[in-house]
């Protein structure tokens, strides 16, 4: 099969290919047991590849080791640090042969709930499809196997110790190293990356008075307000409009323009990259991007698709300003930017508060979670 998942192709053609690797059942695979923090429902899972404790320690180690890179240089956690909410403190990532790609990492945590992956492909909708792209793609090169599928598989089929974490993971396999089983790994170790115990979860949901300072407090009351509209795209449990868990009816998929670039007085992106219009054609859908998650906001600058915001302040300045093009431009708003991003005055004194509020994001406990560390620096 030929391999070319670049940044203007969908997977949808791959998806029945994908499927076809596993023969069956998960057999006598423990199944796994959710530990959800108070106020999170079950995520949703596709159902040809339910949850087994096996497949999320095979995820987990295959998710640390370089040999999913050609070269051997890079891992999935190269560019998706634990420490920072798995993501990675540049701009826009590297990957393995040095090709520097256009977009800036986005962060895992709480990956199993979103509706859609990456900053602007709706056809991306589970992770066993997304993780085809940094193995497989070629615009840009992320880990480097394109084309070369079974180099890979003959790779991990060598590791005796590997291979059969492949079998227990997936009992029934035709085949235990697979494409298929290898992605279906990856898969299942995400979606247990849950981060649900931040000072304002324990305040929200575990009604501890406490746990947020009167500053935090404050800006929260700022953040949810209409004055600023925060909320609006960065909603419910996981601050994320775009949320899918095992209870939605029908999952949506916003994209929104946030105004950060108006090159040409009609709201034209850079050329080097459009938004969802890229993959639509829609005039309309110039410059939208799909809306990430806070949490952990505060570790995983910088921010924006293309990192060009360095820290937090930044992108309240952004958003104060009714946009980027507005700010820079001297009072030239897009048109085609979101009406939600209409500009607002804050106080020297209310902007630290609302930077205080997404501070309590934060889940340290998260950030430091074993359970999600390399299994090889483990004693």
Same mark, same amino acid.
Request: hydrophobic fraction near 35%; include cysteine; glycine fraction near 8%.
């Given at each position: 099969?030929?391999?070319?998942?670049?940044?203007?192709? @969908?997977? $949808?053609?791959?998806?029945?290919? +994908?499927? %076809?690797?596993?023969?069956?059942?998960?057999? /006598? &695979?423990?199944?796994? =047991?959710?530990?959800?923090?108070?106020?999170?429902?079950?995520?949703?899972?596709?159902?040809?590849?339910?949850?087994?404790?096996?497949?999320?320690?095979?995820?987990?180690?295959?998710?640390?080791?370089?040999?999913?890179?050609?070269?051997?240089?890079?891992?999935?956690?190269?560019?998706?640090?634990?420490?920072?909410?798995?993501?990675?403190?540049?701009?826009?990532?590297?990957?393995?042969?040095?090709?520097?790609?256009?977009?800036?990492?986005?962060?895992?945590?709480?990956?199993?709930?979103?509706?859609?992956?990456?900053?602007?492909?709706?056809?991306?909708?589970?992770?066993?499809?997304?993780?085809?792209?940094?193995?497989?793609?070629?615009?840009?090169?992320?880990?480097?196997?394109?084309?070369?599928?079974?180099?890979?598989? @003959?790779? $991990?089929?060598?590791?005796?110790? +590997?291979? %059969?974490?492949?079998?227990?993971?997936?009992? /029934? &396999?035709?085949?235990? =190293?697979?494409?298929?089983?290898?992605?279906?790994?990856?898969?299942?170790?995400?979606?247990?990356?849950?981060?649900?115990?931040?000072?304002?979860?324990?305040?929200?949901?575990?009604?501890?008075?406490?746990?947020?300072?009167?500053?935090?407090?404050?800006?929260?009351?700022?953040?949810?307000?209409?004055?600023?509209?925060?909320?609006?795209?960065?909603?419910?449990?996981?601050?994320?409009?775009?949320?899918?868990?095992?209870?939605?009816?029908?999952?949506?998929?916003?994209?929104?323009?946030?105004?950060?670039?108006?090159?040409?007085?009609?709201?034209?992106?850079?050329?080097?990259?459009?938004?969802?219009?890229?993959?639509?054609?829609?005039?309309?859908?110039?410059?939208?991007?799909?809306?990430?998650?806070?949490?952990?906001?505060?570790?995983?600058?910088?921010?924006?698709?293309?990192?060009?915001?360095?820290?937090?302040?930044?992108?309240?300045?952004?958003?104060?300003?009714?946009?980027?093009?507005?700010?820079?431009?001297?009072?030239?708003?897009?048109?085609?930017?979101?009406?939600?991003?209409?500009?607002?005055?804050?106080?020297?004194?209310?902007?630290?508060?609302?930077?205080?509020?997404?501070?309590?994001?934060?889940?340290?406990?998260?950030?430091?979670?074993?359970?999600?560390?390399?299994?090889?620096?483990?004693?």
């Amino acid at each position: 099969m030929a391999w070319r998942v670049g940044r203007r192709a @969908g997977v $949808l053609a791959v998806l029945a290919w +994908l499927g %076809a690797g596993c023969g069956g059942k998960d057999g /006598e &695979a423990e199944r796994y =047991v959710w530990k959800l923090p108070t106020g999170f429902p079950t995520p949703r899972v596709p159902a040809d590849n339910p949850m087994t404790e096996e497949k999320v320690q095979l995820g987990r180690r295959l998710f640390f080791d370089v040999r999913l890179s050609r070269n051997e240089t890079q891992s999935c956690a190269s560019c998706h640090d634990p420490a920072r909410a798995f993501t990675e403190p540049l701009m826009t990532s590297q990957g393995s042969t040095g090709e520097t790609h256009r977009r800036n990492s986005q962060g895992l945590a709480n990956v199993a709930y979103a509706t859609s992956l990456t900053w602007a492909n709706p056809s991306l909708t589970t992770l066993e499809a997304q993780a085809l792209v940094p193995l497989f793609g070629k615009e840009p090169v992320e880990l480097g196997f394109g084309d070369r599928e079974e180099e890979l598989l @003959g790779r $991990l089929r060598a590791v005796p110790e +590997l291979e %059969a974490e492949f079998q227990r993971a997936f009992p /029934e &396999a035709v085949e235990p =190293v697979s494409v298929a089983t290898l992605t279906r790994a990856l898969a299942s170790f995400q979606r247990t990356l849950i981060s649900g115990n931040s000072a304002y979860d324990r305040y929200v949901y575990g009604n501890d008075v406490e746990a947020m300072t009167r500053q935090q407090k404050r800006g929260m009351e700022l953040f949810f307000s209409e004055r600023l509209e925060c909320d609006h795209c960065h909603s419910g449990f996981n601050f994320q409009d775009a949320t899918v868990h095992e209870t939605t009816s029908e999952p949506i998929f916003p994209y929104h323009n946030t105004g950060l670039y108006n090159v040409d007085g009609q709201g034209a992106y850079p050329a080097k990259d459009p938004g969802l219009i890229e993959l639509t054609g829609r005039p309309e859908d110039m410059g939208r991007f799909r809306a990430p998650s806070l949490r952990n906001v505060a570790v995983t600058g910088p921010y924006m698709h293309d990192g060009s915001l360095a820290t937090l302040s930044d992108v309240l300045d952004h958003y104060a300003a009714g946009g980027h093009a507005r700010r820079v431009r001297g009072g030239e708003a897009s048109p085609l930017q979101s009406g939600f991003v209409r500009g607002f005055t804050l106080t020297a004194e209310e902007k630290e508060d609302v930077l205080a509020f997404l501070e309590s994001l934060t889940d340290t406990e998260f950030l430091t979670d074993p359970r999600f560390s390399d299994p090889s620096s483990v004693p």
